[in-house]
């Protein structure tokens, strides 16, 4: 069974400017999430998406953030304008709805991104 | 308030002895699930085990125990047998709202875990 696919593994941008991360979760698995995981610290969910629809983007800095899933398959995740404190780790994780709730994330190897 | 708590950012084993990560977590639901999960060097998430917040018994995985006590609200991991390989930072997880047709990941700030020789 293939994991979850995230690219690109790194990418190095400067301030201001525009990144784009990319997830594709295991077949069949409804729920999607997205993580920013900043050096030294636990995963922080930035949104989760089911199927096609967002459940929860609470933490989302909706001003420069953005994320979509079309078709309830692949998924990206925006940063327009990227800070430097959005250098951190995007982990994409997905998970299987099941009767009784989700079962465990299974999570992709993640992009590190700098920001200079 | 945290939602899930793990108090020792560090923790040093010897190769062959016991070790328990502490995790406390805190809800009001009824319904919730806790995991534990391993994040080696290179960066990715190994679900290690799970505990129901309905089960019973205590999970057990291979070398990994999880030690719930649901009145303490404390679902504590631990490794029988540590391995140089165990190295790594342990997060433990909570989700929520089993019931309620979705349901929220939340893991703790994480606990590194070196094994010495």
């Known amino acids: 069974e293939a994991g979850v696919a995230q690219s690109p593994r790194y990418k190095i941008i400067e301030k201001r400017q525009s990144v784009a991360f990319w997830c594709n979760p295991i077949s069949g698995h409804a729920t999607l999430y997205w993580y920013q995981q900043i050096l030294g610290q636990g995963p922080k969910l930035l949104i989760q998406?089911?199927?096609?629809?967002?459940?929860?983007d609470s933490q989302l800095p909706k001003d420069r953030f953005s994320a979509e899933r079309l078709k309830g398959v692949d998924s990206t995740l925006k940063i327009q304008p990227a800070k430097l404190e959005d250098s951190a780790v995007y982990l994409c994780a997905s998970s299987l709805k099941t009767r009784t709730g989700n079962t465990e994330a299974f999570f992709g190897q993640g992009t590190r991104l700098t920001v200079v | 308030a945290q939602k899930i708590t793990q108090t020792q950012p560090g923790m040093f084993v010897q190769e062959k002895e016991a070790v328990t990560l502490d995790c406390t977590y805190d809800?009001?639901?009824?319904?919730?699930?806790l995991f534990w999960y391993k994040q080696p060097s290179s960066g990715e998430m190994i679900f290690l085990i799970y505990?129901?917040?309905?089960?019973?018994q205590n999970a057990t995985e291979g070398r990994y125990s999880l030690n719930f006590q649901k009145a303490r609200k404390s679902a504590n991991l631990v490794i029988s047998a540590s391995q140089l390989g165990d190295s790594a930072m342990y997060f433990c997880?909570?989700?929520?709202?089993?019931?309620?047709?979705?349901?929220?990941?939340?893991f703790g700030k994480g606990t590194m875990l070196l094994v010495s020789p």
């Open positions: 997880a909570m989700r929520e709202g089993l019931n309620s047709g979705y349901s929220t990941l939340t």
């Open positions: 998406f089911q199927n096609n629809g967002v459940v929860d």
């Open positions: 809800t009001s639901d009824p319904s919730y699930g």
């Open positions: 505990q129901g917040s309905y089960d019973q």
